[in-house]
């Protein structure tokens, strides 16, 4: 199983909290976890969960651990998307070295 780490920044406003939603494309099953910055852990289908505001934010940075299962029969693709307030932060893709694999994305998002 492939492993594909990814380093994304994203700036924040001390006044606004922050909320992350995490997509997989190409007709794939996906899961994911983090730890956001109040110390709690979120993991499974990862929509709209508040990671935190601007101010705990800033300076700091969240790793998100996702594995994504090729289930779609017509592609060995996969893809994911992060959002944050319904903005796309980032977009990542990778083929499956085989069908019915998966493939483990560690993606860092750091706070500035």
Do not use: C, W
């Not at 101010?55 to 060995?76: M, Q, Y």
């Amino acid at each position: 199983m492939k492993n594909i780490v990814n380093e994304t920044e994203y700036n924040v406003d001390s006044g606004e909290a922050y909320y992350l939603t995490i997509t997989f494309g190409n007709g794939q099953d996906g899961d994911s976890s983090f730890r956001d910055v109040e110390g709690q852990y979120h993991t499974g289908s990862i929509i709209n969960i508040k990671i935190g505001t601007g101010a705990k934010l800033e300076g700091t940075f969240i790793l998100i651990g996702s594995l994504v299962t090729d289930t779609n029969p017509d592609t060995n693709k996969t893809s994911i998307s992060y959002y944050i307030n319904g903005e796309e932060v980032e977009t990542y893709s990778e083929d499956v070295e085989e069908d019915n694999s998966a493939i483990y994305y560690t993606t860092f998002i750091k706070f500035i």
